[in-house]
């Protein structure tokens, strides 16, 4: 079992920055694709980035692509998710989730172990 808990979160007004962090317990997650996405109230939880398990293979959706990173400190054992120039539609609880799968897996089925999430609010 892969337990994920993210921090990080919070709230920030349009064009700041905020970089979310995801902590994995229970197994190392160095063989793992670890995934990002997000969920706005009365919509579905939706794909935002994924990394490889080395870190060499990043996916981003296409209304974040240049403004957020994904990255990643096998060592540490946790993800990481900068994003910058925050927009008031990036405001969601973000999820962290991984893959024991390689290849490019952008969908929430796809995921096999969830974190609880983080509020990130973005006001304008």
């Known amino acids: 079992q892969v337990q994920l808990v993210e921090s990080g979160g919070g709230l920030v007004q349009a064009g700041g920055s905020l970089r979310l962090s995801c902590a994995a317990s229970?197994?190392?997650?160095?063989?793992?694709?670890m995934g990002w996405f997000r969920q706005a109230p009365g919509k579905e939880r939706e794909f935002v980035a994924r990394i490889s398990s080395s870190g060499a293979v990043t996916y981003y959706a296409d209304s974040v692509k240049g403004r957020f990173t994904i990255s990643r400190v096998n060592a540490k054992n946790t993800v990481y998710l900068q994003m910058n120039s925050l927009k008031p539609e990036d405001a969601a609880v973000y999820y962290c989730a991984a893959d024991r799968f390689s290849s490019s897996r952008l969908q929430v089925a796809d995921y096999q172990y969830w974190g609880q999430g983080t509020q990130v609010t973005v006001s304008s």
């Open positions: 229970g197994r190392t997650i160095g063989s793992y694709a």
